[in-house]
């Protein structure tokens, strides 16, 4: 396996590529409820050289919890709709949500919110 870093493009030939040593799964993750726990460490067998266009994502101190109403940026690749898929990088600033209401709405209707999970919504489609 192989990562790349500065590219903006899923399966682009552009940015630097790492090699992969390891990858370690979540210990809760289950292929069947995949949504939960679907995060995973990815060891390089070299570190990332950052510069203008590479740099570290910079996350929360361990055990914190997001403030309702932070802002955070939700970024990936992948669908963005039924049968449309993006391979260019998309971003989209959000404000994060009152867990408690965001559960009360999502098991109202049949999905429940998983510990772990965060709510966040596009601040005028609140």
Not at 74 to 101: C, H, I, Y
């Amino acid at each position: 396996m192989r990562i790349v870093a500065g590219s903006l493009m899923a399966g682009a030939g552009e940015g630097v590529a790492y090699r992969a040593a390891a990858v370690t799964l979540h210990e809760d993750y289950d292929e069947i409820n995949a949504w939960i726990n679907d995060v995973a460490l990815i060891t390089l067998v070299e570190p990332i050289a950052f510069d203008a266009l590479i740099s570290p994502v910079i996350l929360p101190a361990p055990g914190a919890d997001a403030q309702d109403g932070a802002a955070a940026i939700v970024a990936g690749w992948g669908d963005t709709q039924p049968s449309v898929r993006s391979d260019q990088l998309l971003k989209v600033e959000v404000a994060v949500w009152n867990q408690r209401n965001c559960q009360d709405i999502y098991y109202g209707i049949g999905y429940p919110v998983y510990p772990g999970q965060m709510c966040a919504a596009v601040p005028e489609v609140q």
